[in-house]
Protein backbone atom coordinates (compact mmCIF):
# COMPACT_ATOMS: atom_id res chain seq x y z
CA UNK A 1 0.00 0.00 0.00
CA UNK A 2 1.41 3.24 -0.78
CA UNK A 3 0.54 5.68 1.86
CA UNK A 4 1.19 9.04 -0.53
CA UNK A 5 -0.68 8.03 -2.84
CA UNK A 6 -4.02 7.69 -0.50
CA UNK A 7 -2.78 10.66 1.83
CA UNK A 8 -1.78 12.96 -1.19
CA UNK A 9 -1.08 16.93 -0.73
CA UNK A 10 -4.83 17.43 -1.96
CA UNK A 11 -6.56 15.52 0.86
CA UNK A 12 -4.31 16.01 3.91
CA UNK A 13 -4.40 20.33 2.39
CA UNK A 14 -8.38 20.06 2.71
CA UNK A 15 -8.25 17.52 6.04
CA UNK A 16 -6.25 20.12 7.53
CA UNK A 17 -7.64 23.28 6.41
CA UNK A 18 -11.75 23.11 7.02
CA UNK A 19 -12.26 26.06 5.04
CA UNK A 20 -15.73 24.48 4.57
CA UNK A 21 -16.01 23.14 7.76
CA UNK A 22 -18.59 25.28 9.60
CA UNK A 23 -22.62 25.68 9.72
CA UNK A 24 -24.29 27.66 7.00
CA UNK A 25 -26.73 30.53 8.43
CA UNK A 26 -28.16 31.12 4.95
CA UNK A 27 -28.77 26.74 4.56
CA UNK A 28 -32.05 25.55 3.57
CA UNK A 29 -31.27 22.02 3.30
CA UNK A 30 -29.49 20.24 5.80
CA UNK A 31 -28.81 16.25 5.53
CA UNK A 32 -26.37 13.74 8.03
CA UNK A 33 -24.11 11.37 6.55
CA UNK A 34 -23.32 8.25 8.93
CA UNK A 35 -20.65 5.58 8.38
CA UNK A 36 -21.80 3.55 11.17
CA UNK A 37 -19.00 0.76 10.95
CA UNK A 38 -16.30 3.66 11.60
CA UNK A 39 -17.53 6.42 13.32
CA UNK A 40 -17.63 9.28 10.59
CA UNK A 41 -20.67 11.37 10.96
CA UNK A 42 -21.52 14.83 9.20
CA UNK A 43 -24.19 17.17 8.47
CA UNK A 44 -23.75 18.83 4.97
CA UNK A 45 -25.73 21.80 4.56
CA UNK A 46 -26.65 23.53 1.02
CA UNK A 47 -28.21 26.84 -0.04
CA UNK A 48 -29.76 26.77 -2.74
CA UNK A 49 -31.08 29.86 -4.60
CA UNK A 50 -32.65 30.05 -7.72
CA UNK A 51 -31.66 26.58 -9.03
CA UNK A 52 -28.04 27.02 -7.95
CA UNK A 53 -25.71 25.60 -5.24
CA UNK A 54 -24.94 29.14 -3.97
CA UNK A 55 -23.28 28.11 -0.63
CA UNK A 56 -22.34 24.77 0.73
CA UNK A 57 -20.89 23.72 4.34
CA UNK A 58 -20.62 20.69 6.76
CA UNK A 59 -19.81 19.94 10.43
CA UNK A 60 -19.43 16.88 11.77
CA UNK A 61 -16.54 14.16 12.58
CA UNK A 62 -14.31 11.64 10.28
CA UNK A 63 -11.22 10.22 8.93
CA UNK A 64 -9.07 11.92 6.80
CA UNK A 65 -10.37 10.42 3.67
CA UNK A 66 -14.16 11.78 4.30
CA UNK A 67 -13.35 14.88 5.69
CA UNK A 68 -10.62 15.73 2.52
CA UNK A 69 -14.02 14.03 0.23
CA UNK A 70 -16.39 16.18 1.69
CA UNK A 71 -14.79 19.50 1.36
CA UNK A 72 -13.79 18.24 -2.41
CA UNK A 73 -16.78 17.92 -2.79
CA UNK A 74 -18.16 21.33 -1.75
CA UNK A 75 -15.85 23.22 -3.38
CA UNK A 76 -16.63 21.77 -6.47
CA UNK A 77 -20.67 21.59 -6.39
CA UNK A 78 -20.66 25.31 -5.23
CA UNK A 79 -22.03 27.82 -7.83
CA UNK A 80 -23.25 24.21 -10.07
CA UNK A 81 -27.25 23.36 -10.45
CA UNK A 82 -28.54 20.28 -8.69
CA UNK A 83 -28.76 18.56 -12.43
CA UNK A 84 -24.67 19.18 -12.70
CA UNK A 85 -24.07 18.31 -8.69
CA UNK A 86 -25.62 14.72 -9.39
CA UNK A 87 -23.68 14.46 -12.82
CA UNK A 88 -20.62 15.04 -10.75
CA UNK A 89 -21.60 12.48 -8.11
CA UNK A 90 -22.54 9.81 -10.86
CA UNK A 91 -19.09 10.69 -11.82
CA UNK A 92 -17.01 10.75 -8.40
CA UNK A 93 -18.63 7.17 -7.96
CA UNK A 94 -18.09 5.69 -10.93
CA UNK A 95 -14.14 6.49 -10.85
CA UNK A 96 -14.59 4.69 -7.31
CA UNK A 97 -15.69 1.92 -8.73
CA UNK A 98 -13.20 1.86 -11.12
CA UNK A 99 -15.58 2.31 -14.35
CA UNK A 100 -13.37 3.91 -16.84
CA UNK A 101 -13.91 7.99 -17.04
CA UNK A 102 -12.90 10.09 -20.28
CA UNK A 103 -9.79 12.58 -19.39
CA UNK A 104 -12.52 15.21 -20.02
CA UNK A 105 -14.61 13.74 -17.21
CA UNK A 106 -11.37 13.48 -14.82
CA UNK A 107 -10.87 17.13 -15.62
CA UNK A 108 -13.88 17.96 -14.43
CA UNK A 109 -13.89 15.97 -10.81
CA UNK A 110 -10.54 18.46 -10.11
CA UNK A 111 -9.29 17.89 -7.12
CA UNK A 112 -11.60 14.95 -6.15
CA UNK A 113 -9.47 12.92 -8.83
CA UNK A 114 -7.30 12.69 -5.69
CA UNK A 115 -9.34 10.13 -4.23
CA UNK A 116 -8.91 7.58 -7.00
CA UNK A 117 -5.96 5.50 -5.00
CA UNK A 118 -9.09 4.68 -2.53
CA UNK A 119 -10.90 2.43 -5.24
CA UNK A 120 -7.90 -0.07 -4.40
CA UNK A 121 -8.62 0.51 -0.71
CA UNK A 122 -11.93 -1.55 -0.29
CA UNK A 123 -12.35 -0.88 3.80
CA UNK A 124 -11.83 2.70 2.68
CA UNK A 125 -13.98 3.19 0.03
CA UNK A 126 -17.18 4.01 2.01
CA UNK A 127 -14.95 6.97 3.82
CA UNK A 128 -14.88 8.62 0.32
CA UNK A 129 -18.71 7.93 -0.63
CA UNK A 130 -20.46 8.79 2.29
CA UNK A 131 -20.23 12.78 1.60
CA UNK A 132 -21.63 11.78 -1.99
CA UNK A 133 -24.52 9.89 -1.24
CA UNK A 134 -25.32 12.47 1.70
CA UNK A 135 -24.53 15.58 -1.25
CA UNK A 136 -27.30 13.13 -3.34
CA UNK A 137 -30.06 12.97 -0.43
CA UNK A 138 -29.63 16.60 0.32
CA UNK A 139 -30.68 17.30 -3.75
CA UNK A 140 -33.58 15.06 -3.30
CA UNK A 141 -34.79 16.59 -0.58
CA UNK A 142 -34.34 19.99 -1.74
CA UNK A 143 -36.37 19.08 -4.88
CA UNK A 144 -39.40 17.96 -3.12
CA UNK B 1 12.50 -12.25 27.45
CA UNK B 2 8.62 -13.84 26.37
CA UNK B 3 9.32 -17.21 24.09
CA UNK B 4 8.64 -16.40 20.54
CA UNK B 5 8.49 -20.58 19.72
CA UNK B 6 4.00 -20.20 19.95
CA UNK B 7 4.51 -18.74 16.11
CA UNK B 8 5.56 -21.62 14.83
CA UNK B 9 2.57 -23.41 15.35
CA UNK B 10 0.41 -20.57 13.57
CA UNK B 11 0.61 -21.35 9.74
CA UNK B 12 -1.09 -17.61 9.22
CA UNK B 13 1.49 -15.70 11.45
CA UNK B 14 4.59 -17.19 9.29
CA UNK B 15 3.00 -15.82 5.97
CA UNK B 16 4.06 -12.61 4.87
CA UNK B 17 1.32 -9.62 5.06
CA UNK B 18 -0.01 -8.13 1.66
CA UNK B 19 3.19 -5.60 1.90
CA UNK B 20 5.62 -8.55 1.94
CA UNK B 21 6.42 -7.38 5.75
CA UNK B 22 5.43 -10.11 8.40
CA UNK B 23 2.02 -9.08 9.74
CA UNK B 24 2.20 -8.43 13.59
CA UNK B 25 -1.24 -9.56 14.23
CA UNK B 26 -2.72 -7.46 17.14
CA UNK B 27 -6.72 -7.72 16.69
CA UNK B 28 -7.02 -10.73 18.98
CA UNK B 29 -9.33 -9.64 20.68
CA UNK B 30 -11.64 -9.84 17.12
CA UNK B 31 -10.92 -13.21 16.28
CA UNK B 32 -7.36 -15.23 17.31
CA UNK B 33 -5.45 -17.10 14.57
CA UNK B 34 -5.67 -20.90 14.45
CA UNK B 35 -2.59 -23.32 15.48
CA UNK B 36 -1.58 -26.35 13.03
CA UNK B 37 -2.93 -28.35 15.79
CA UNK B 38 -6.44 -27.41 15.48
CA UNK B 39 -6.80 -27.12 11.49
CA UNK B 40 -5.46 -30.65 11.84
CA UNK B 41 -7.77 -31.66 13.83
CA UNK B 42 -10.80 -30.62 11.61
CA UNK B 43 -9.21 -32.09 8.67
CA UNK B 44 -9.19 -35.13 10.65
CA UNK B 45 -12.90 -35.07 11.40
CA UNK B 46 -13.67 -34.50 7.90
CA UNK B 47 -11.31 -36.93 6.67
CA UNK B 48 -12.11 -39.97 9.03
CA UNK B 49 -15.14 -39.37 11.06
CA UNK B 50 -17.67 -36.96 9.53
CA UNK B 51 -21.21 -37.56 9.97
CA UNK B 52 -24.24 -36.33 11.97
CA UNK B 53 -23.91 -36.68 16.04
CA UNK B 54 -26.19 -38.15 18.06
CA UNK B 55 -28.16 -39.56 14.96
CA UNK B 56 -26.90 -42.79 13.22
CA UNK B 57 -25.93 -46.24 14.25
CA UNK B 58 -23.10 -46.97 12.23
CA UNK B 59 -19.07 -46.57 13.24
CA UNK B 60 -18.43 -43.09 12.67
CA UNK B 61 -21.75 -41.42 13.84
CA UNK B 62 -21.35 -43.46 16.64
CA UNK B 63 -17.12 -41.61 16.93
CA UNK B 64 -18.30 -38.30 16.36
CA UNK B 65 -21.06 -38.53 19.23
CA UNK B 66 -18.19 -39.65 21.61
CA UNK B 67 -16.03 -36.97 20.60
CA UNK B 68 -18.82 -34.39 21.09
CA UNK B 69 -19.61 -35.67 24.17
CA UNK B 70 -16.02 -35.78 24.93
CA UNK B 71 -15.44 -31.60 24.09
CA UNK B 72 -18.16 -30.66 26.30
CA UNK B 73 -16.99 -32.82 29.21
CA UNK B 74 -13.40 -31.13 28.64
CA UNK B 75 -14.97 -28.06 28.14
CA UNK B 76 -17.04 -27.67 31.71
CA UNK B 77 -13.35 -29.28 33.32
CA UNK B 78 -11.59 -26.01 31.66
CA UNK B 79 -13.97 -23.42 33.23
CA UNK B 80 -14.57 -25.23 36.29
CA UNK B 81 -18.31 -26.47 35.44
CA UNK B 82 -19.05 -29.01 38.06
CA UNK B 83 -20.93 -31.33 35.61
CA UNK B 84 -20.90 -31.42 31.18
CA UNK B 85 -24.39 -31.05 31.24
CA UNK B 86 -24.20 -27.14 32.63
CA UNK B 87 -22.41 -27.34 29.17
CA UNK B 88 -24.36 -26.29 26.07
CA UNK B 89 -23.10 -25.93 22.59
CA UNK B 90 -24.31 -22.61 20.76
CA UNK B 91 -22.80 -20.52 17.19
CA UNK B 92 -21.21 -18.68 19.67
CA UNK B 93 -21.30 -15.92 22.90
CA UNK B 94 -23.79 -13.79 21.12
CA UNK B 95 -25.63 -16.99 20.09
CA UNK B 96 -25.31 -18.11 23.93
CA UNK B 97 -26.41 -14.21 25.87
CA UNK B 98 -29.43 -14.42 23.14
CA UNK B 99 -30.77 -17.55 24.45
CA UNK B 100 -29.57 -16.91 28.00
CA UNK B 101 -31.72 -13.40 27.20
CA UNK B 102 -35.13 -15.49 25.74
CA UNK B 103 -34.87 -18.33 27.67
CA UNK B 104 -33.87 -17.23 31.41
CA UNK B 105 -35.17 -13.80 31.13
CA UNK B 106 -38.53 -14.00 30.06
CA UNK B 107 -39.33 -16.50 32.68
CA UNK B 108 -37.12 -14.08 35.13
CA UNK B 109 -38.07 -10.48 34.24
CA UNK B 110 -41.45 -8.96 34.53
CA UNK B 111 -42.58 -5.26 34.27
CA UNK B 112 -41.30 -2.88 36.95
CA UNK B 113 -38.25 -5.17 37.62
CA UNK B 114 -34.83 -4.33 37.19
CA UNK B 115 -31.74 -5.60 34.74
CA UNK B 116 -28.51 -4.43 35.25
CA UNK B 117 -25.94 -4.12 32.77
CA UNK B 118 -22.41 -1.79 32.57
CA UNK B 119 -22.61 1.09 30.11
CA UNK B 120 -19.01 -0.66 28.82
CA UNK B 121 -21.08 -3.92 27.55
CA UNK B 122 -20.51 -4.97 23.59
CA UNK B 123 -23.50 -4.62 21.93
CA UNK B 124 -24.10 -8.65 22.21
CA UNK B 125 -25.06 -7.78 26.13
CA UNK B 126 -26.68 -5.31 25.52
CA UNK B 127 -28.80 -5.27 23.00
CA UNK B 128 -30.90 -8.88 23.92
CA UNK B 129 -31.32 -6.89 27.69
CA UNK B 130 -32.47 -4.06 25.87
CA UNK B 131 -35.37 -6.36 23.91
CA UNK B 132 -36.04 -7.72 27.05
CA UNK B 133 -36.71 -4.97 28.76
CA UNK B 134 -38.58 -3.85 26.27
CA UNK B 135 -40.98 -7.03 25.43
CA UNK B 136 -41.68 -6.94 29.53
CA UNK B 137 -41.77 -3.78 30.89
CA UNK B 138 -38.70 -4.13 32.76
CA UNK B 139 -36.46 -1.17 33.31
CA UNK B 140 -32.87 -1.56 31.85
CA UNK B 141 -30.48 0.32 33.89
CA UNK B 142 -26.23 0.90 33.44
CA UNK B 143 -23.73 0.90 35.85
CA UNK B 144 -21.14 3.02 35.01
CA UNK B 145 -17.06 2.08 35.01
CA UNK B 146 -14.69 3.62 36.93
CA UNK B 147 -11.75 5.79 35.54
CA UNK B 148 -9.83 2.32 34.97
CA UNK B 149 -12.43 0.50 33.22
CA UNK B 150 -13.89 -1.61 35.68
CA UNK B 151 -17.02 -1.30 37.70
CA UNK B 152 -16.76 -1.36 41.48
CA UNK B 153 -18.74 -3.24 44.28
CA UNK B 154 -19.67 0.65 45.38
CA UNK B 155 -21.22 1.11 42.16
CA UNK B 156 -23.12 -2.46 42.40
CA UNK B 157 -24.41 -1.31 45.98
CA UNK B 158 -25.43 2.18 44.78
CA UNK B 159 -27.38 0.48 41.43
CA UNK B 160 -28.04 -2.73 42.72
CA UNK B 161 -32.02 -3.45 44.09
CA UNK B 162 -34.64 -5.61 45.73
CA UNK B 163 -36.12 -5.08 42.00
CA UNK B 164 -32.82 -6.22 40.13
CA UNK B 165 -33.64 -9.78 38.54
CA UNK B 166 -30.44 -10.04 36.19
CA UNK B 167 -27.04 -8.51 36.52
CA UNK B 168 -24.78 -9.21 33.12
CA UNK B 169 -21.55 -8.03 33.19
CA UNK B 170 -18.45 -8.47 30.96
CA UNK B 171 -15.46 -10.09 32.75
CA UNK B 172 -13.46 -7.82 30.76
CA UNK B 173 -14.09 -5.21 28.55
CA UNK B 174 -13.55 -5.29 24.93
CA UNK B 175 -12.52 -2.10 25.02
CA UNK B 176 -10.70 -0.80 27.62
CA UNK B 177 -9.53 -4.49 28.99
CA UNK B 178 -10.04 -4.30 32.28
CA UNK B 179 -11.00 -7.27 34.58
CA UNK B 180 -14.25 -6.90 36.33
CA UNK B 181 -14.02 -8.14 39.73
CA UNK B 182 -16.74 -10.70 39.62
CA UNK B 183 -16.70 -13.07 42.70
CA UNK B 184 -17.04 -9.85 44.74
CA UNK B 185 -20.45 -8.06 41.91
CA UNK B 186 -21.78 -11.87 41.39
CA UNK B 187 -22.31 -12.04 45.37
CA UNK B 188 -23.64 -8.94 46.15
CA UNK B 189 -25.95 -9.95 43.25
CA UNK B 190 -26.94 -13.09 44.89
CA UNK B 191 -27.38 -11.44 47.80
CA UNK B 192 -30.63 -9.52 46.38
CA UNK B 193 -31.88 -12.42 44.53
CA UNK B 194 -30.84 -11.43 41.38
CA UNK B 195 -29.30 -14.22 39.25
CA UNK B 196 -25.84 -13.21 36.93
CA UNK B 197 -24.38 -13.45 34.15
CA UNK B 198 -20.76 -13.20 32.46
CA UNK B 199 -19.80 -12.07 29.12
CA UNK B 200 -16.85 -14.32 29.36
CA UNK B 201 -15.63 -13.59 25.43
CA UNK B 202 -12.31 -11.72 26.42
CA UNK B 203 -11.86 -13.60 29.72
CA UNK B 204 -11.93 -17.05 29.36
CA UNK B 205 -8.94 -17.62 25.82
CA UNK B 206 -6.60 -15.25 28.19
CA UNK B 207 -6.98 -15.97 31.86
CA UNK B 208 -8.14 -18.52 34.02
CA UNK B 209 -12.12 -18.52 34.73
CA UNK B 210 -13.43 -20.92 36.94
CA UNK B 211 -17.53 -20.60 36.95
CA UNK B 212 -17.81 -22.06 40.70
CA UNK B 213 -14.76 -20.07 42.02
CA UNK B 214 -16.95 -16.80 40.56
CA UNK B 215 -20.05 -18.65 41.29
CA UNK B 216 -21.71 -17.04 38.19
CA UNK B 217 -25.20 -18.52 37.23
CA UNK B 218 -24.65 -18.33 33.37
CA UNK B 219 -21.59 -17.84 31.05
CA UNK B 220 -20.80 -17.05 27.54
CA UNK B 221 -17.57 -17.38 25.30
CA UNK B 222 -16.81 -17.91 22.10
CA UNK B 223 -14.34 -20.56 20.50
CA UNK B 224 -12.96 -18.20 17.34
CA UNK B 225 -11.38 -16.18 20.16
CA UNK B 226 -9.38 -18.77 21.79
CA UNK B 227 -7.70 -20.94 18.62
CA UNK B 228 -11.34 -22.77 17.64
CA UNK B 229 -13.28 -22.21 14.39
CA UNK B 230 -15.87 -19.38 14.00
CA UNK B 231 -19.45 -20.44 14.93
CA UNK B 232 -18.79 -22.36 17.82
CA UNK B 233 -19.40 -21.19 21.54
CA UNK B 234 -20.50 -22.02 25.23
CA UNK B 235 -23.22 -21.14 27.24
CA UNK B 236 -22.50 -22.09 30.77
CA UNK B 237 -25.65 -22.43 32.61
CA UNK B 238 -26.20 -23.70 36.71
CA UNK B 239 -27.54 -27.23 35.91
CA UNK B 240 -30.30 -25.80 38.11
CA UNK B 241 -31.67 -23.42 36.12
CA UNK B 242 -30.85 -24.99 32.66
CA UNK B 243 -33.89 -27.67 33.53
CA UNK B 244 -36.38 -25.08 34.18
CA UNK B 245 -35.71 -22.78 31.13
CA UNK B 246 -37.30 -23.78 27.66
CA UNK B 247 -35.26 -23.76 24.62
CA UNK B 248 -35.41 -20.42 22.92
CA UNK B 249 -35.05 -22.74 19.50
CA UNK B 250 -36.91 -25.13 18.53
CA UNK B 251 -36.23 -28.19 16.06
CA UNK B 252 -34.66 -31.79 15.60
CA UNK B 253 -32.53 -33.67 18.26
CA UNK B 254 -34.20 -31.80 21.09
CA UNK B 255 -37.54 -33.51 22.22
CA UNK B 256 -38.24 -37.07 23.93
CA UNK B 257 -41.52 -36.89 22.67
CA UNK B 258 -44.27 -34.62 19.73
CA UNK B 259 -47.82 -35.22 19.20
CA UNK B 260 -49.38 -32.87 16.98
CA UNK B 261 -50.58 -30.70 19.59
CA UNK B 262 -47.99 -31.02 22.09
CA UNK B 263 -43.97 -31.72 22.88
CA UNK B 264 -41.96 -32.53 25.87
CA UNK B 265 -38.00 -31.98 25.34
CA UNK B 266 -34.84 -33.88 26.75
CA UNK B 267 -33.14 -32.79 29.66
CA UNK B 268 -30.52 -29.97 29.03
CA UNK B 269 -28.32 -29.41 27.35
CA UNK B 270 -29.76 -31.51 24.73
CA UNK B 271 -32.87 -29.36 24.86
CA UNK B 272 -31.07 -26.27 23.76
CA UNK B 273 -29.03 -27.74 20.60
CA UNK B 274 -31.68 -27.66 17.84
CA UNK B 275 -30.65 -29.01 14.23
CA UNK B 276 -27.81 -30.65 12.97
CA UNK B 277 -24.49 -29.28 15.76
CA UNK B 278 -21.63 -27.57 14.47
CA UNK B 279 -19.58 -30.94 15.25
CA UNK B 280 -16.58 -30.36 13.32
CA UNK B 281 -16.60 -26.75 15.23
CA UNK B 282 -16.83 -28.62 18.62
CA UNK B 283 -13.90 -30.95 17.57
CA UNK B 284 -11.91 -27.70 16.49
CA UNK B 285 -12.61 -26.18 20.39
CA UNK B 286 -11.93 -29.55 21.83
CA UNK B 287 -8.33 -29.00 20.23
CA UNK B 288 -8.07 -25.25 20.83
CA UNK B 289 -8.84 -25.92 24.91
CA UNK B 290 -6.25 -29.04 24.31
CA UNK B 291 -3.31 -26.36 22.73
CA UNK B 292 -4.37 -23.69 25.67
CA UNK B 293 -3.79 -26.16 28.81
CA UNK B 294 -0.41 -27.40 26.91
CA UNK B 295 0.19 -23.57 27.47
CA UNK B 296 -1.31 -23.29 30.64
CA UNK B 297 -3.48 -20.31 31.32
CA UNK B 298 -1.52 -19.30 34.01
CA UNK B 299 1.62 -18.99 31.46
CA UNK B 300 -0.81 -17.29 29.05
CA UNK B 301 -1.59 -14.42 31.26
CA UNK B 302 1.63 -14.01 32.60
CA UNK B 303 2.81 -13.92 28.89
CA UNK B 304 0.27 -11.17 27.90
CA UNK B 305 0.74 -9.14 31.12
CA UNK B 306 4.30 -8.75 30.44
CA UNK B 307 3.93 -8.16 26.66
CA UNK B 308 1.16 -5.50 28.09
CA UNK B 309 4.21 -4.16 30.53
CA UNK B 310 5.80 -3.71 27.16
CA UNK B 311 3.38 -2.34 24.91
CA UNK B 312 2.09 0.49 28.00
CA UNK B 313 6.08 1.62 27.89
CA UNK B 314 6.28 1.91 24.34
CA UNK B 315 3.06 3.34 23.77
CA UNK B 316 3.13 5.85 26.89
CA UNK B 317 6.50 7.12 24.64
CA UNK B 318 4.39 8.02 21.68
CA UNK B 319 3.74 11.92 21.37
CA UNK B 320 0.40 13.17 21.44
CA UNK B 321 -1.24 9.55 22.32
CA UNK B 322 -4.62 9.32 24.47
CA UNK B 323 -4.67 5.81 26.18
CA UNK B 324 -8.39 5.03 27.42
CA UNK B 325 -8.60 2.44 30.36
CA UNK B 326 -6.24 1.03 33.50
CA UNK B 327 -2.82 2.03 33.07
CA UNK B 328 -1.87 -1.05 35.36
CA UNK B 329 -1.18 -4.31 33.68
CA UNK B 330 -2.17 -6.12 36.71
CA UNK B 331 -5.55 -5.61 36.51
CA UNK B 332 -6.32 -5.73 32.93
CA UNK B 333 -5.79 -8.32 30.00
CA UNK B 334 -3.83 -7.61 26.72
CA UNK B 335 -6.37 -5.07 25.65
CA UNK B 336 -5.54 -1.40 25.01
CA UNK B 337 -7.53 1.09 23.14
CA UNK B 338 -6.09 4.59 22.05
CA UNK B 339 -6.34 7.31 19.88
CA UNK B 340 -3.67 10.04 18.21
CA UNK B 341 -4.48 13.20 18.77
CA UNK B 342 -6.26 14.93 15.70
CA UNK B 343 -6.21 11.94 13.91
CA UNK B 344 -9.46 9.75 13.19
CA UNK B 345 -8.74 5.99 13.92
CA UNK B 346 -9.34 4.85 10.74
CA UNK B 347 -6.32 6.61 9.29
CA UNK B 348 -4.78 5.58 12.51
CA UNK B 349 -5.62 1.61 11.26
CA UNK B 350 -4.29 2.37 7.71
CA UNK B 351 -0.87 3.75 8.12
CA UNK B 352 -0.53 0.75 10.96
CA UNK B 353 -2.04 -1.28 8.25
CA UNK B 354 0.56 -0.18 5.27
CA UNK B 355 3.76 -1.36 8.15
CA UNK B 356 2.12 -4.79 8.32
CA UNK B 357 0.64 -3.76 12.18
CA UNK B 358 -3.12 -5.06 12.38
CA UNK B 359 -5.25 -3.41 14.99
CA UNK B 360 -8.29 -2.95 14.64
CA UNK B 361 -10.35 0.98 14.87
CA UNK B 362 -14.01 2.04 15.49
CA UNK B 363 -16.03 1.93 18.27
CA UNK B 364 -16.00 -1.79 19.06
CA UNK B 365 -19.61 -2.62 19.17
CA UNK B 366 -19.68 -0.55 22.45
CA UNK B 367 -21.76 2.78 21.25
CA UNK B 368 -22.97 3.68 24.59
CA UNK B 369 -19.28 3.19 25.81
CA UNK B 370 -18.02 5.29 23.58
CA UNK B 371 -20.42 7.99 23.74
CA UNK B 372 -19.36 7.88 27.78
CA UNK B 373 -16.08 8.08 26.81
CA UNK B 374 -16.95 10.96 24.86
CA UNK B 375 -15.22 9.74 21.30
CA UNK B 376 -16.30 8.77 18.38
CA UNK B 377 -13.94 5.72 17.80
CA UNK B 378 -10.62 4.61 19.34
CA UNK B 379 -8.08 2.17 17.84
CA UNK B 380 -7.42 -1.10 20.37
CA UNK B 381 -4.63 -3.15 19.64
CA UNK B 382 -5.56 -6.66 21.61
CA UNK B 383 -2.72 -9.48 22.15
CA UNK B 384 -2.34 -13.02 22.50
CA UNK B 385 0.45 -15.23 23.77
CA UNK B 386 2.17 -15.84 20.40
CA UNK B 387 2.82 -12.19 20.14
CA UNK B 388 6.09 -10.78 20.58
CA UNK B 389 8.29 -7.66 21.86
CA UNK B 390 8.89 -7.26 18.53
CA UNK B 391 5.11 -6.70 17.39
CA UNK B 392 4.98 -4.23 20.39
CA UNK B 393 8.07 -2.42 19.08
CA UNK B 394 6.31 -2.65 15.03
CA UNK B 395 3.35 -0.85 16.38
CA UNK B 396 5.03 1.62 18.32
CA UNK B 397 7.58 2.48 15.42
CA UNK B 398 4.75 2.91 12.89
CA UNK B 399 2.32 4.66 15.73
CA UNK B 400 5.08 7.24 15.69
CA UNK B 401 4.87 8.50 12.53
CA UNK B 402 1.10 8.90 11.94
CA UNK B 403 1.37 12.18 12.29
CA UNK B 404 3.93 13.33 10.28
CA UNK B 405 1.94 10.70 6.95
CA UNK B 406 -1.15 12.95 7.65
CA UNK B 407 0.65 16.44 7.46
CA UNK B 408 0.50 17.46 11.25
CA UNK B 409 3.47 18.26 12.97
CA UNK B 410 4.98 15.37 14.73
Given amino acids: ?144 | MVSTDYKKDFPLLLQPDAGGLPLAYLDNAATTQKPRQVIDAVRNYYETFNANPHRGAYSISVRVTEAFEEVRAKAARFIGAADPEEVVFTFGATDAINQAAQSYGEQAVGAGDEILISVAEHHSNLLPWQRLAKRTGAVLRYLIPDQSGRVTTEELAAKLTSKTKILAIAHVSNVLGGVNPIGELAAMAHEKGAAVLLDAAQSVPHIPVNVRDLDVDFMAFSGHKMLAPAGIGVLYGKKELLQRMEPARLGGGIVEEVTQQDARFLDAPLRFEAGTQNAEGVIGLGAAIDYLEAVGMEAIQDIERRLMDDALQELCAIPRIRLYGAGDAEERTGILSFNIEDVHPHDTATILASHGVAVRAGHHCAQPLMAHLGVNATCRMSLYFYNTEEDIRRLAQALSTVREVLGFEP
Fill in chain 1, 1 to 144: MNLNELYSQVIKDHNLSHHNKHPLEGANVAVPGRNPSCGDEIELFLQIEDGVVEDASYTGIGCAISQASVSIMIDLVRGKTPAEAKELSRLFLAMIRKEPLTSEEMTRLNDAAALMGVSNMPARVKCATMPWHTLEAALDAASV
